[in-house]
C-alpha cells in the first residue's frame, strides 16, 4: 500500500479524489485552530505557572490536529491519514499523563502504568470489528465497528473515569471533565453515523454527512480540557514557595 493511495471515509467525499470534495469536513478543521488561539489567551492571561512547558505542549498539539485534519480531509491520501491520527493520539496520551500528575498528582511509575494500560487498551480498540447483523450502524462502513469511532472508546472510558473520580474528590476540574466527557460522547456519535445517514444528511442535493459536527464538538471538547488545565492543573501554584520572614517576637 503506497503512501499516496486514495482513502475514501466519509460521506462528503464518497469517491471523489478532489482536493475540495470535502469543504465542510476541511473547514471545519478551522475550529481547531480556533480552540488554540483562545486558549493559548487564556493562558497568557493566567497567573504564572509553575511548570510552564506542560499547558503550551497541550495548545500546540491541539493547533497541529487541526492543520492534519485538514491534510486528511483535502488530500484524502495514506500519509494525511497518519498526519491526522497521529496528533490525536499523542494529545490523548499527553492529556492523559497530565491529568494522572497534576489533577490526581500520582507518582510517575503510576502514571507510566495508566499510559501504558491505555495505550493497549487503544491498540485493542482499533482493531475491533463489529458482525453486521450485530450493530446495524457498522453495515455502510464495511465492517469496521462504529465507523471507526471503537478506537475512540477507551477515551471516553478514561475521560469519564477520571471525571467520576474528581467529582469524588471535589476537585474543580471534576466539573470541567465531566462536560468533556458528554461531547465527546455526543460527537463520537455524529462520527459513528456519518455514511449511515449519508442518503438523508444533503444540502442542495449534495451529500455533507455529519462528520464535520465531529469536528466542531471536539474542538470544543478539546478547549475545555484546554481550560481545565489553565484554570485547574496543579502547575498554577508557584513553583518556589517562598519561606516565611524570620520572627522578631520578643527582640529588643
Same mark, same amino acid.
Given at each position: 500500500?503506497?503512501?499516496?493511495?486514495?482513502?475514501?471515509?466519509?460521506?462528503?467525499?464518497?469517491?471523489? $479524489?478532489?482536493?475540495?470534495?470535502?469543504?465542510?469536513?476541511?473547514?471545519?478543521?478551522?475550529?481547531?485552530?480556533?480552540?488554540?488561539?483562545?486558549?493559548?489567551?487564556?493562558?497568557?492571561?493566567?497567573?504564572?505557572?509553575?511548570?510552564?512547558?506542560?499547558?503550551?505542549?497541550?495548545?500546540?498539539?491541539?493547533?497541529?490536529?487541526?492543520?492534519?485534519?485538514?491534510?486528511?480531509?483535502?488530500?484524502?491520501?495514506?500519509?494525511?491519514?497518519?498526519?491526522?491520527?497521529?496528533?490525536?493520539?499523542?494529545?490523548?496520551?499527553?492529556?492523559?499523563?497530565?491529568?494522572?500528575?497534576?489533577?490526581?498528582?500520582?507518582?510517575?511509575?503510576?502514571?507510566?502504568?495508566?499510559?501504558?494500560?491505555?495505550?493497549?487498551?487503544?491498540?485493542?480498540?482499533?482493531?475491533?470489528?463489529?458482525?453486521?447483523?450485530?450493530? $446495524?450502524?457498522?453495515?455502510?462502513?464495511?465492517?469496521?465497528?462504529?465507523?471507526?469511532?471503537?478506537?475512540?472508546?477507551?477515551?471516553?472510558?478514561?475521560?469519564?473515569?477520571?471525571?467520576?473520580?474528581?467529582?469524588?474528590?471535589?476537585?474543580?476540574?471534576?466539573?470541567?471533565?465531566?462536560?468533556?466527557?458528554?461531547?465527546?460522547?455526543?460527537?463520537?456519535?455524529?462520527?459513528?453515523?456519518?455514511?449511515?445517514?449519508?442518503?438523508?444528511?444533503?444540502?442542495?442535493?449534495?451529500?455533507?454527512?455529519?462528520?464535520?459536527?465531529?469536528?466542531?464538538?471536539?474542538?470544543?471538547?478539546?478547549?475545555?480540557?484546554?481550560?481545565?488545565?489553565?484554570?485547574?492543573?496543579?502547575?498554577?501554584?508557584?513553583?518556589?514557595?517562598?519561606?516565611? $520572614?524570620?520572627?522578631?517576637?520578643?527582640?529588643?
Amino acid at each position: 500500500m503506497a503512501w499516496d493511495d486514495r482513502i475514501f471515509r466519509y460521506c462528503e467525499r464518497g469517491q471523489d $479524489p478532489a482536493f475540495w470534495a470535502e469543504p465542510l469536513n476541511a473547514a471545519t478543521n478551522a475550529a481547531f485552530i480556533i480552540a488554540a488561539l483562545v486558549a493559548a489567551w487564556q493562558l497568557a492571561r493566567a497567573p504564572r505557572r509553575a511548570t510552564a512547558l506542560a499547558e503550551p505542549v497541550l495548545i500546540a498539539l491541539v493547533l497541529v490536529i487541526g492543520v492534519g485534519s485538514f491534510l486528511f480531509h483535502t488530500t484524502a491520501t495514506r500519509w494525511a491519514s497518519l498526519a491526522d491520527t497521529g496528533p490525536i493520539g499523542l494529545f490523548m496520551v499527553a492529556y492523559l499523563a497530565y491529568a494522572l500528575r497534576r489533577y490526581f498528582a500520582l507518582p510517575w511509575i503510576w502514571v507510566g502504568a495508566g499510559l501504558a494500560i491505555f495505550m493497549w487498551t487503544l491498540h485493542g480498540a482499533v482493531g475491533v470489528h463489529c458482525r453486521t447483523g450485530l450493530l $446495524p450502524v457498522t453495515e455502510a462502513a464495511g465492517g469496521a465497528c462504529l465507523n471507526g469511532t471503537a478506537g475512540y472508546v477507551p477515551a471516553w472510558l478514561a475521560l469519564s473515569g477520571m471525571a467520576a473520580a474528581l467529582l469524588v474528590k471535589r476537585h474543580p476540574a471534576g466539573r470541567t471533565l465531566a462536560w468533556a466527557a458528554a461531547l465527546l460522547l455526543v460527537s463520537m456519535t455524529f462520527r459513528t453515523i456519518d455514511l449511515e445517514v449519508c442518503p438523508l444528511a444533503r444540502v442542495a442535493g449534495r451529500a455533507i454527512g455529519t462528520h464535520f459536527l465531529w469536528h466542531l464538538l471536539n474542538a470544543t471538547l478539546l478547549y475545555v480540557l484546554l481550560l481545565a488545565a489553565i484554570r485547574h492543573g496543579r502547575g498554577s501554584e508557584p513553583a518556589i514557595a517562598l519561606p516565611p $520572614p524570620p520572627s522578631h517576637k520578643g527582640a529588643r
